[in-house]
């Protein structure tokens, strides 16, 4: 698996395979492991913190409205499908490292 098989076309946008660290000291990535974006999440995987905080971490990076962006599979794990709906792979790329 190539680094950049974390990000992938899809009809509405772009998928992000992520692994996400809660309970960072704050909200960054932090590079590429094992085919997925890792992401250090400033939020306690309590009660959907620290998906409400990636998805706004996102969101941000993006440049798309927090409704944009959507955990499509992992909701409850730290290995997580991300949907960003309006984001062209070539913009995704750029605007995250990675």
């Known amino acids: 698996m190539s680094a950049a098989d974390w990000l ?3 009809p509405e946008g772009v998928t992000l395979l992520v692994a996400a660290s809660p309970r960072a000291s704050r909200t960054e990535i932090a590079g590429v492991a094992e085919g997925r974006l890792r992401i250090r999440v400033a ?7 620290a998906n409400e905080e990636l998805v706004r971490f996102l969101a941000r990076a993006l ?5 944009a962006v959507a955990v499509t599979a992992g909701t ?4 997580k499908t991300v949907l960003v709906r309006g984001v ?7 605007l995250l490292p990675g």
């Open 8 to 10: 992938q076309a899809a």
């Open 43 to 49: 939020a306690p995987p309590v009660g959907g913190a």
């Open 63 to 67: 440049g798309v409205p927090k409704s």
């Open 76 to 79: 409850a794990g730290r290995r």
């Open 88 to 94: 062209a792979v070539a913009a995704a790329r750029g």
